[in-house]
């Protein structure tokens, strides 16, 4: 069947340094990538998303790029902050099961202070 | 706007004990979605509802049912609870294709 894989996961990152999460998809079709936050007893909750029409997406600290031809995308957080402490499930769209998200297993991303 | 509301939201059942945890959204959204968390994982899919009055199932819908009762509410069922059951429950909805899924809060379920 259809499968994400995301690296690495866990990743302990030095604050004010850079993260970036990285995900593989198997559906050649996806056309939604969404990335979710989910910090410890909450919900996820959407961050950034970027559809196969576009290369990259930039919200303040964070960005998504994406490469159809290879089939994966990453996040980026630059100047990470004790907040950015979660972990970061990505996703892509099945088209064959009415457009359903795949998920990765996840990433917990430590800060260092 | 309150989004997606689940109810209860934590709960203890013993082996053997049925029960239903609700979930209602009020974004008029189509599509709505149960998923499971397990302690350090990542999100499973139960079931979801396409559109009103269709259901079909994810990766793990052995020992589930549900309902979608009309457009708002989408219920899922454990008629006989295991504690492999034992999970954090999320239900989800979106529009169209291409659209966010939005998650309630979650019921924390604990099977004895």
């Known amino acids: 069947g259809e499968n994400v894989e995301q690296h690495p996961s866990t990743l302990s990152v030095q604050e004010g340094d850079s993260a970036v999460i990285k995900c593989t998809y198997s559906?050649?079709?996806?056309?939604?990538f969404p990335w979710y936050k989910q910090e410890l007893g909450k919900r996820p909750q959407l961050i950034i998303d970027?559809?196969?029409n576009v290369g990259e997406k930039k919200d303040q600290r964070i960005a998504v790029t994406l490469n159809k031809t290879a089939k994966h995308f990453s996040l980026h957080i630059t100047e990470t902050q004790p907040e950015d402490s979660a972990v970061y499930f990505c996703?892509?769209?099945?088209?064959?099961?009415?457009?359903?998200?795949?998920w990765g297993a996840g990433t917990k991303l430590i800060i260092k202070p | 706007n309150a989004g997606v509301t689940q109810t209860p939201k934590f709960q203890v059942l013993k082996t053997g004990q049925s029960m239903t945890l609700q979930c209602a959204q009020d974004m008029n959204h189509n599509s709505m979605y149960w998923y499971r968390q397990d302690p350090g994982m990542g999100l499973r899919l139960i079931y979801y509802?396409?559109?009103?009055?269709?259901?079909d199932k994810g990766e793990v819908p052995n020992g589930y049912n549900v309902s979608r009762l009309n457009k708002r509410e989408f219920s899922l069922r454990l008629e006989s609870a295991a504690p492999s059951q034992t999970s954090v429950y999320f239900c989800?909805?979106?529009?169209?294709?291409?659209?966010?899924?939005?998650f309630g809060d979650g019921t924390r379920l604990s099977i004895l």
């Open positions: 996703a892509a769209s099945y088209v064959d099961s009415n457009y359903q998200l795949i």
């Open positions: 970027i559809r196969s």
């Open positions: 559906d050649s079709a996806s056309n939604y």
């Open positions: 509802s396409a559109s009103e009055g269709t259901t």
């Open positions: 989800a909805s979106r529009t169209p294709p291409g659209q966010p899924q939005h």
